[in-house]
């Protein structure tokens, strides 16, 4: 580059469009096609000068200068990856009887007879964050998050740092797959932890809790550079879109991934049966302490991959895979204070204020008492010395009081009535079935309740619902207080209300914001105007809908329109849309009721109409829509002998088919086995389709 002291800011503009151009290209083939056409430092070099001209002519810092970005990747975080095969995640099992139930519910929902044993592969279960591994004929071409099982974040660059992660094939004995996702876990060992926080505490760094925490931390770097100093290792235990797959049980595949280069965890396993499956499980307990990584349980594995085809998922995890945990770490700690905190729905939540413990490896400091009765039933007071536990990820909890240890003068807890946020009243409600009074205790304040209104906006944009980057919970809290959003439409006219003329409270000049966060933020409002159907039922935060029972509205209402239009028809909760809504595979009385209370709500449709007005929410994309079932809704009866009951409802709904189980107008087929009685003639007199088994399978192409 010329002289930068002497360059006129002519020269400097000329010089910074061909290093502009150079950088763009260069990122273009580094990051999308994999192919980098110089080696590293001189790359970086050309980055340096970046820098030191527009250091020197600042008026050449435009927002879209690669000096303000990462590679292709936008400056505000990661590029998303849409995974073909959604990342699942894992059932728990927390004792030997539930594996065994765990085995029994294989059996039957194969049909397995009595002599038919199941073998299973055990592995450890690594505490690291799981990837997917893209191969293209062998060669690594892209890697990304977990996410939400759906959406992940493309790492790319950083995975390239990553400690026995090939990235090509090794073993040249059969040529690769065409396309292959290598999935497993990112992890960093015990004693680069310790390493790194040493060196973390002497630059006056980031401490980390524990090597998980630090390996995310470190994967999650902009800057690539950064996750390639510190040691993150990865071990393959899973794989995902495949063009073939190498072996016919869990057992081959892995001994696959380890020739082609892999870690494989030398732990694994295969196990004839349950039982040896549970002695598995024992010996790798014993050796935990040994290892030089964490992990928090065993994972088992229906060894054979037709089973596993066969068995497919529920919701968000496979029914031939279950982690079994190891046991809670405890400690003991005193109660120095209960306080109540208001949720979303208006649950009072009794929280414990502990002296700080380490359990495990982490400071703890609050623990949940979850509710009234809880507190009552264990009698847990202030100034009460508690034996507490962690599991994993879970809140800590109050296992028990040591009674032996309470202070004389102390006195049973006295549980607010009044919620404590808004002061209305705080009532337990009685269940009208059963007669019985809920154990949690609600605020009934409604949105008058500032708890539940900043609740609800920080469930509407947290990671699972409309997931805005950069846009956290506290944020929402300071934002709610200073009136500048109030309702979720608000956060999509923050920014043009932030532009008015006159406005005195602009959020640059608020503290930690400025002109670059500032755009940064609107930027990713504006990334999340259109939302996929599902996330945006889930972001609504009605009572029970979590994200299970946000894809089963959304798969059978397909549009928010129809889900819409349909709900708000419910005003007595009967007619043809309560009935269609609770005809939904898995939609029970009490879900039905809260959502149709939802859409009863006059100040929920004023929300909704100001929303919409913002946002545009997609219409829901059924899963395999090629079949010729999707979209159809059909009816099994009668004793099935091909399948089991549950095997054909599952196919089914794997190939976008609605399962239901009663007989309407709506019902396109009914599958009949052996003995079928009213139904049949119900769907006859309806002129509804009916189909014996083999028909069935032959029309969805089994
Ligand atoms: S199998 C469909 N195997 O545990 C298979 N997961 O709770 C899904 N994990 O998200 C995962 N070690 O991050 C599997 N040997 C192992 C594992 C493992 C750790 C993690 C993984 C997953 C989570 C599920």
Redesign the pocket.
């Known amino acids: 580059m010329a002289d930068l002291k002497n360059m006129t800011s002519e020269e400097a503009k000329e010089v910074h469009l061909t290093l502009v151009d150079t950088i763009r290209k260069h990122d273009e083939s580094y990051y999308r096609e994999d192919d980098p056409a110089i080696p590293d430092a001189e790359y970086d070099e050309l980055r340096k000068q970046l820098l030191e001209l527009e250091a020197r002519f600042p008026e050449l810092v435009t927002p879209d200068s690669p000096s303000q970005s990462l590679g292709v990747a936008p400056a505000k975080g990661f590029g998303k990856v849409k995974h073909k095969v959604s990342?699942?995640?894992?059932d728990n099992a927390f004792s030997n009887d539930e594996l065994r139930e765990f085995e029994g519910r294989i059996r039957r929902f194969l049909g397995l007879g009595p002599a038919e044993e199941v073998a299973f592969f055990a592995?450890?279960?690594?505490d690291?964050?799981?990837a997917s591994l893209r191969y293209k004929k062998g060669r690594f071409i892209q890697g990304a998050t977990?996410g939400d099982g759906q959406v992940g974040e493309d790492i790319t660059a950083n995975l390239r740092g990553v400690t026995d992660l090939p990235l090509e094939f090794a073993g040249a004995k059969a040529p690769p797959p065409d396309l292959f996702e290598i999935r497993g876990?990112v992890y960093m060992s015990k004693a680069d932890f310790l390493e790194l926080n040493k060196a973390q505490a002497e630059s006056g760094g980031k401490i980390f809790a524990n090597p998980r925490n630090a390996a995310a931390g470190s994967l999650r770097q902009l800057d690539h550079s950064i996750t390639a100093s510190r040691k993150l290792r990865f071990f393959a235990?899973?794989w995902g879109e495949a063009s073939s797959v190498p072996g016919q049980t869990q057992a081959e595949v892995l001994a696959a991934f380890k020739n082609w280069g892999f870690s494989v965890?030398p732990l694994s396993e295969v196990c004839a049966n349950m039982e040896e499956a549970i002695d598995a499980y024992r010996k790798i307990e014993e050796l935990r302490a040994e290892l030089d990584y964490d992990i928090d349980g065993v994972?088992f594995?229906v060894n054979r991959l037709e089973w596993q085809s066969r068995l497919g998922f529920v919701s968000r995890s496979?029914r031939w895979?279950i982690?079994h945990k190891f046991p809670a770490e405890r400690a003991t700690t005193i109660i120095e204070d209960i306080e109540i905190q208001v949720g979303r729905t208006g649950a009072l939540t009794p929280v414990a204020r502990l002296h700080p413990v380490t359990v495990g490896g982490v400071v703890v400091s609050n623990a949940t008492l979850h509710n009234e009765d809880e507190i009552i039933r264990k009698d847990i007071r202030i100034g009460d010395t508690v034996v507490v536990q962690r599991a994993g990820d879970v809140i800590p909890q109050v296992v028990e009081v040591n009674l032996e240890k309470r202070p004389k003068d102390s006195a049973p807890y006295e549980f607010p009535t009044r919620c404590p946020i808004c002061g209305s009243h705080a009532v337990k409600e009685v269940n009208e079935t059963t007669g019985k009074e809920d154990a949690v205790r609600r605020c009934t304040g409604g949105l008058i309740c500032r708890a539940q209104a900043v609740e609800r906006l920080k469930h509407f944009i947290s990671r699972n619902a409309l997931d805005i980057e950069g846009l956290g919970a506290k944020l929402i809290e300071s934002f709610y207080q200073d009136g500048l959003i109030k309702t979720p439409a608000d956060i999509f006219t923050l920014e043009k209300r932030d532009a008015e003329p006159g406005n005195l409270q602009r959020i640059k000049n608020r503290e930690g914001f400025g002109e670059k966060a500032t755009r940064n933020l609107f930027d990713a409002i504006d990334d999340k105007r259109e939302v996929p159907l599902d996330r945006f039922v889930y972001a609504l935060g009605i009572r029970h809908i979590g994200q299970g029972n946000a894809r089963l509205l959304a798969r059978n209402y397909l549009s928010f329109d129809k889900l819409r239009s349909s709900l708000s028809d419910t005003s007595d909760n009967a007619g043809d849309a309560y009935a269609e809504l609770l005809d939904i595979d898995g939609i029970g009385a009490a879900v039905a009721d809260a959502v149709t209370e939802f859409f009863r709500e006059d100040r929920n449709q004023e929300m909704l109409d100001d929303l919409l007005a913002e946002v545009t929410v997609t219409d829901f994309d059924p899963p395999a829509q090629d079949s010729a079932v999707a979209g159809k809704t059909v009816v099994f009866t009668g004793t099935l002998e091909l399948m089991t009951r549950q095997e054909m409802k599952a196919k089914a709904e794997g190939l976008g088919a609605k399962v239901s189980g009663s007989i309407s107008a709506k019902t396109d087929y009914l599958v009949a086995g052996a003995n079928a009685g009213s139904k049949l003639k119900k769907a006859k007199d309806l002129d509804v389709t009916v189909l014996n088994e083999q028909e069935w399978l032959d029309l969805i192409g089994n």
Request: no cysteine.
């Open positions: 990342m699942l995640s894992l592995e450890p279960k690594i690291g964050l799981s977990r876990e235990y899973a965890n994972v594995k496979p895979a982690a």
